[in-house]
């Protein structure tokens, strides 16, 4: 009887460097799954600097979401042109309407992967030669960028451009879709609102 509970011991202590192994290794690969994560959104923006530095729109278009992206465009221009719901007060009915749709049109129009480089050209705020003449690069405008993860499946990029210092940063928002980071939304710079300052000096008796 003492020999096979003898045994019995030997097999347990035995098997208890492989439980021990078998959780090192979950927590390695848990731990390298996680870090995946956290640096996969700065790998898209990296590909997406690239795609940008050889110019090529195709695998640009590939990171975006056109349609999200289509959708965060309109909403922006009808902002501009108060034409959201809730400022069209000044407007008819039909006048509002009419005014929407063609904002709405002018984007599905412009906003494609045809139109990418017209649109990039647009977004950032150098031509070719001001790359060569100002040094400046996607690269160079990312490093000065701040980014934070909204939600687990919403990474927000805020890159402040060169010339809009009194503006809100233009900021790239991307989501996880497809096991993949997509460019969702664009918000282009907008003047920052006014902030109100007490004066501090006595009111006249």
């Given at each position: 009887m003492t020999h096979y509970t003898s045994v019995g011991q030997n097999a347990r202590?035995?098997?208890r460097p492989g439980r021990h192994t078998a959780r090192m290794v979950c927590a390695g690969a848990s731990i390298a799954a996680f870090g995946l994560y956290l640096a996969s959104p700065f790998l898209t923006l990296w590909s997406i600097?690239?795609?940008?530095?050889t110019h090529d729109m195709v695998s640009l278009g590939q990171m975006i979401n056109w349609g999200?992206?289509?959708t965060s465009i309109k909403q922006q221009a009808m902002a501009g042109m108060h034409l959201l719901p809730a400022a069209t007060d000044d407007l008819p009915e039909f006048g509002s309407s009419f005014a929407t749709e063609v904002v709405s049109n002018a984007v599905d129009i412009n906003v494609s992967q045809q139109n990418l480089g017209t649109l990039?050209?647009?977004?950032?705020p150098a031509s070719a030669q001001e790359h060569a003449t100002h040094n400046l690069s996607f690269a160079s405008l990312i490093s000065q960028a701040?980014?934070?993860?909204?939600?687990?499946d919403l990474f927000v990029a805020l890159v402040h451009l060169p010339g809009h210092e009194n503006e809100t940063p233009l900021e790239i928002d991307m989501r996880i879709q497809h096991w993949q980071w997509k460019v969702t939304s664009i918000n282009f710079p907008a003047p920052r609102p006014?902030?109100?300052?007490?004066s501090a000096a006595p009111g006249n008796a």
């Open positions: 202590l035995a098997a600097g690239s795609s940008l530095k999200e992206l289509d990039v050209d647009e977004v950032l701040t980014f934070h993860f909204e939600r687990p006014r902030t109100m300052t007490a």
